[in-house]
T-cell receptor
Framework: EAAVTQSPRNKVTVTGGNVTLSCRQT?????MYWYRQDTGHGLRLIHY???????QIGDVPDGYKATRTTQEDFFLLLELASPSQTSLYFC??????????????FGPGTRLTVL | GEQVEQRPPHLSVREGDSAIIICTYT??????FSWYKQEAGAGLQLLMS?????DRKEEQGLTVLLNKKDKRLSLNLTAAHPGDSAVYFC???????????FGSGTRLQVYA
């Protein structure tokens, strides 16, 4: 069974605070993703990676950094958090893209509140 | 880039009735189409997916229809039951390898 875990599950910080969200997958997948989910917007891609040390910019990258330290671990960094970054964050992983490998496996999400 | 519109945002149906959710997309190069289900407090799980060479796919009470001419994708839950209550998302992929573009979601409530 594919497994993606996220920590913390809930986080409250203040404006200007420094936050790191962690994601680990044990699927041996090359691709990992960070999304934010907001009512009325669905899921929007922040950053993604196709291997350790690789980083690709998604659709809403402003205010976020990410780092992929190993095949298993992908981190999302908010160095100066703002209230507009209050959201539900999901990590996902997928295998190499091809005719039969587009499925993404999602973690349970991290709810971030920036006061 | 790809734009995906999903409707309706909310859908309430009686148990045993069908529920239809529709997505429209803009990029004619879109080649992969999928539907995800999100239950309360959980991440998304893949329900069904099709490639662009498939017009219709049925599995376990679900039907996915793809109309490439109109750039429209639909999900039909036939004989919905309360366990189907969740948020449903379409997700498509085309030109950019490794990326899915999601619809805004449909909150489905099935009442007895």
């Amino acid at each position: 069974e594919a497994a993606v875990t996220q920590s913390p599950r809930n986080k409250v910080t203040v404006t200007g605070g420094n936050v790191t969200l962690s994601c680990r997958q044990t699927n041996s997948h090359n691709y990992m993703y960070w999304y934010r989910q907001d009512t009325g917007h669905g899921l929007r891609l922040i950053h993604y990676s196709y291997g350790a040390g690789n980083l690709q910019i998604g659709d809403v990258p402003d205010g976020y950094k990410a780092t992929r330290t190993t095949q298993e671990d992908f981190f999302l960094l908010l160095e100066l958090a703002s209230p507009s970054q209050t959201s539900l964050y999901f990590c996902a992983s997928s295998g190499d893209w091809g005719a039969f490998s587009y499925e993404q496996y999602f973690g349970p999400g991290t709810r971030l509140t920036v006061l | 880039g790809e734009q995906v519109e999903q409707r309706p945002p909310h859908l309430s149906v009686r148990e045993g009735d069908s529920a239809i959710i529709i997505c429209t997309y803009t990029d004619s190069a879109t080649a992969y189409f999928s539907w995800y289900k999100q239950e309360a407090g959980a991440g998304l799980q893949l329900l069904m997916s099709v490639l662009s060479n498939v017009d219709r796919k049925e599995e376990q009470g679900l039907t996915v229809l793809l109309n490439k001419k109109d750039k429209r994708l639909s999900l039909n839950l036939t004989a919905a039951h309360p366990g189907d209550s969740a948020v449903y998302f379409c997700a498509v992929s085309g030109r950019v390898v490794g990326q899915l573009t999601f619809g805004s979601g449909t909150r489905l409530q099935v009442y007895a």
